[in-house]
Nanobody
Framework: VQLVESGGGLVQPGGSRRLSCAAS????????MSWYRQAPGKQRELVAG???????NYLDSVRGRFTISRDNAKNTVYLQMVSLKPEDTAVYYC??????????????WGQGTQVTVSS
């Protein structure tokens, strides 16, 4: 099983960006999917999460600006980010709880994608 992220890059303050994370391999089903981020010198923090049923939760500082969604048919989770601020600069990681075809449930991480908010 692999998680592959895309969509990172340089964006100006106030701008928007959409991150994607697709799961591939021996994926039978996916439970919760989440986005984390880690800024230089800081601990990794949970930005947003979404359950298999579509319930969502957000870090207080991003609520109202970020939207997490998923496409179960594509085994993909998205993070739409608007009104970006310099303090949103970080490496963004996706995380998913995946049941593989051997019925094991494991936690998987993507490789990370850099988002830099700067003028």
């Amino acid at each position: 099983v692999q998680l592959v992220e895309s969509g990172g890059g340089l964006v100006q303050p106030g701008g928007s960006r959409r991150l994607s994370c697709a799961a591939s391999g021996s994926v039978f089903s996916i439970n919760a999917m989440s986005w984390y981020r880690q800024a230089p010198g800081k601990q990794r923090e949970l930005v947003a999460g979404i359950t298999s049923g579509g319930s969502t939760n957000y870090l207080d500082s991003v609520r109202g600006r970020f939207t997490i969604s998923r496409d179960n048919a594509k085994n993909t989770v998205y993070l739409q980010m608007v009104s970006l601020k310099p303090e949103d600069t970080a490496v963004y990681y996706c995380n998913a709880q995946i049941r593989s075809y051997d019925m094991r449930v494991d936690d998987y991480w993507g490789q990370g994608t850099q988002v830099t908010v700067s003028s």
